[in-house]
Nanobody, 114 residues
Framework: QVQFVESGGGSVQSGQSLTLSCVDS????????MAWYRQSAGKQRELVAR???????DYEEFVKGRFTVSRDNAKNTMYLEMNSLKPEDTAVYFC????????WGQGTQVTVAS
C-alpha cells in the first residue's frame, strides 16, 4: 500500500523559512503529478501547489512568490521550500498524488508566530 511520509515542519517566526519533504513509498513516482496540501484548525484541507513529473509547477495565489515545490524522482521525494512565512501559513501540511484517492499520511505541523 502506498504511504506518504511528510517531515520538516516546525515552529518559526514570521518571515522565516522551512523546507518540507514528502517521501512516496509507492512505485512509479515519476509518472504522477504530486501535490502539497494544508489544513488549518477548523478549516478544510486546501491545495497549496502541484508539480508535474517533468518538474513544471503551479501554485495557489496565497503562496505564489514565497513557496517553491520541487521533486527528485530518483528518490521518490517531493519538497516544499517555504520562505517569508506568515502566521496564516500555520497548518498541517500533507502531500499526495494529485487526482488519486490515496490515503493521507500524518502530515507535518508548521506553526508561524507573529
Amino acid at each position: 500500500q502506498v504511504q506518504f511520509v511528510e517531515s520538516g515542519g516546525g515552529s518559526v517566526q514570521s518571515g522565516q523559512s522551512l523546507t518540507l519533504s514528502c517521501v512516496d513509498s509507492g512505485s512509479r513516482f515519476n509518472i504522477y503529478i504530486m501535490a502539497w496540501y494544508r489544513q488549518s484548525a477548523g478549516k478544510q484541507r486546501e491545495l497549496v501547489a502541484r508539480i508535474r513529473p517533468n518538474g513544471v509547477a503551479d501554485y495557489e495565489e496565497f503562496v505564489k512568490g514565497r513557496f517553491t515545490v520541487s521533486r527528485d524522482n530518483a528518490k521518490n521525494t517531493m519538497y516544499l521550500e517555504m520562505n517569508s512565512l506568515k502566521p496564516e501559513d500555520t497548518a498541517v501540511y500533507f502531500c499526495n498524488r494529485f487526482g488519486y484517492n490515496v490515503p493521507w499520511g500524518q502530515g507535518t505541523q508548521v506553526t508561524v508566530a507573529s
